[in-house]
């Protein structure tokens, strides 16, 4: 069992930058494929990013392609979002979670584990 816990939200001016860390505990993330959601409160939970367990591939949502990048650092045992031009659209809890499996081939998730999740707050 794996327990997430996402941290670095917060609030910040359209344009800005912020970084969010996903730190887990209880179990090695680096045999599973971990991504990024994020849900605002009217509308449902959406796909940001994934990077595989191997590290070799990443895949971004079209909305945030060229603005977000995710990262993985295994000694650390902790999986990164760097957002970048943030919009007020990007407003949302941002969830990070981990694969249901281990190794799975490709580039995709079925999240077996979630965090609880980080505020993110774009003002414009």
């Known amino acids: 069992q794996v327990q997430l816990a996402e941290s670095g939200g917060g609030l910040v001016q359209a344009g800005g930058s912020l970084r969010l860390s996903c730190a887990a505990s209880?179990?090695?993330?680096?045999?599973?494929?971990m991504g990024w959601f994020r849900q605002a409160p009217e509308k449902e939970r959406e796909f940001v990013a994934i990077?595989?367990?191997?590290?070799?591939?990443?895949y971004y949502a079209d909305s945030v392609k060229g603005r977000f990048t995710i990262s993985r650092d295994n000694g650390k045992n902790t999986v990164y979002l760097q957002m970048s031009s943030l919009k007020p659209e990007d407003t949302a809890v941002y969830y990070c979670?981990?694969?249901?499996?281990?190794?799975?081939?490709?580039?995709?998730?079925?999240?077996?584990?979630w965090g609880q999740g980080t505020q993110v707050t774009v003002s414009s």
């Open positions: 979670a981990a694969d249901s499996t281990r190794y799975r081939s490709g580039i995709s998730i079925q999240p077996g584990s």
């Open positions: 209880g179990r090695t993330l680096s045999d599973y494929n």
């Open positions: 990077i595989n367990w191997s590290a070799r591939e990443t």
